[in-house]
C-alpha cells in the first residue's frame, strides 16, 4: 500500500492559496519569493515547506506569525530569502543579528490550511521571535531566554481565538525551551523522547494550571513540565492531585503514585 503525505494529496489545491516548496536537505533548507503571494493575500497565506511526498514531515507557517523574519533587507541578490529549519529553529542565513524563530508549533500542524470563519478569529499578541541566536541553543542561553519570556508574560492571561472551534493560543517557544532545557525527557517517568521523521526528538508539554483557566502566569515555565504521551494522558484523566514542598519543588500524586520533580521557575524575583 502506498502511503500519501497530506500536501501531496493536497497539492493543486494548497498551491492556489498557499506558497508551497520542498525542503532540501535534512535541515529543511529553503529559498522563498512568495512577492505574487504577499501581494494577493497580504499577511493571509502559509509558507509549507515540506520533505517527503509518502509522509506528513512539513512545517506549515503561517506568513502573519512569522512574517518578522522576513524582512526586505533580509533577501539576497535574487529577491530570495535563504534559510533552513533546524532543531525546530527556523533561520535565515542572511540575517545579521541571528535572529530566528521557533518553528515547533508547525510542524505537521494542518489547521492553519482549513478553513475558517477570518471575522470570528482573534489572535493573541505573541511574538515568539528568539534574538541573537548564533547556531544551537546552549544552555545558559536557554536560561536567559526563558527568564526574559517569563518577565514579559508573567501577569499575561492566556487569551481565546476562534478557528473552527475555540481553542487557546499556545505560544511554542516557551515549550520548545523548556523541552530542550529537560533534554527532551519526561520528567515523571524518565522516558526519552523518539525520534520524528524530521530527525527531532518529540515529547509534550503539560500545563499544571492549565490555559483554559486564563489565569496570569500560566504561560510561564514554572507552570511547564515536560512529559512522554502516556504521562500527558494520565495527567488529564487520572487522578491527580498538586502539592507545593517548597520554591520549586512540587509533588504530583497520580492514581496513588507520587512523583517528585522541579518546576522552572527561571525568574529573577
Known amino acids: 500500500m502506498t502511503m500519501t503525505s497530506y500536501?501531496?494529496?493536497?497539492?493543486?489545491?494548497?498551491?492556489?492559496?498557499?506558497?508551497?516548496?520542498?525542503?532540501?536537505?535534512?535541515?529543511?533548507?529553503?529559498?522563498?519569493?512568495?512577492?505574487?503571494f504577499r501581494e494577493e493575500y497580504g499577511d493571509?497565506?502559509?509558507l509549507i515547506l515540506?520533505?517527503?511526498?509518502?509522509?506528513?514531515?512539513?512545517?506549515?507557517?503561517?506568513?502573519?506569525?512569522?512574517?518578522?523574519?522576513?524582512?526586505?533587507?533580509?533577501?539576497?541578490k535574487r529577491k530570495r530569502?535563504?534559510?533552513?529549519?533546524?532543531?525546530?529553529i527556523l533561520h535565515i542565513v542572511l540575517s545579521p543579528n541571528s535572529k530566528a524563530i521557533s518553528a515547533a508549533s508547525y510542524f505537521n500542524n494542518f489547521e492553519p490550511l482549513w478553513d475558517k470563519d477570518e471575522s470570528e478569529i482573534d489572535e493573541p499578541e505573541i511574538d515568539e521571535t528568539l534574538d541573537n541566536i548564533e547556531g544551537e541553543l546552549e544552555l545558559e542561553n536557554l536560561h536567559e531566554l526563558i527568564e526574559e519570556f517569563n518577565k514579559r508574560f508573567r501577569e499575561v492571561k492566556p487569551k481565546k481565538k476562534r478557528v473552527i472551534s475555540e481553542r487557546i493560543a499556545r505560544p511554542g517557544a516557551i515549550s520548545g525551551y523548556v523541552k530542550r532545557l529537560r533534554g527532551y525527557t519526561c520528567e515523571i517517568c524518565g522516558e526519552k523522547g523518539f525520534e520524528q521523521k524530521n530527525g527531532n526528538l518529540y515529547i509534550e508539554a503539560h500545563h499544571i494550571i492549565e490555559l483554559h483557566e486564563l489565569i496570569p502566569n500560566s504561560y510561564c515555565s514554572d507552570n511547564i513540565v515536560v512529559v512522554c504521551p502516556t504521562c500527558h494522558r494520565k495527567l488529564h484523566y487520572g487522578d491527580v492531585t498538586?502539592?507545593?514542598?517548597?520554591?520549586?519543588?512540587?509533588?504530583?500524586?497520580?492514581?496513588?503514585?507520587?512523583?517528585?520533580?522541579?518546576?522552572?521557575?527561571?525568574?529573577k524575583v
Open 50 to 76: 515540506y520533505k517527503s511526498t509518502e509522509f506528513d514531515d512539513c512545517y506549515v507557517l503561517p506568513f502573519s506569525e512569522v512574517k518578522n523574519l522576513f524582512t526586505d533587507n533580509l533577501l539576497d
Open 7 to 36: 500536501v501531496q494529496q493536497n497539492y493543486d489545491d494548497l498551491k492556489k492559496r498557499h506558497y508551497v516548496r520542498k525542503a532540501g536537505s535534512r535541515d529543511y533548507w529553503f529559498d522563498f519569493t512568495m512577492q505574487s
Open 81 to 88: 530569502w535563504i534559510g533552513y529549519i533546524s532543531k525546530d
Open 44 to 46: 493571509d497565506f502559509c
Open 242 to 267: 498538586y502539592h507545593n514542598l517548597n520554591g520549586d519543588q512540587i509533588t504530583m500524586e497520580i492514581n496513588g503514585f507520587t512523583h517528585q520533580i522541579t518546576r522552572s521557575l527561571i525568574s
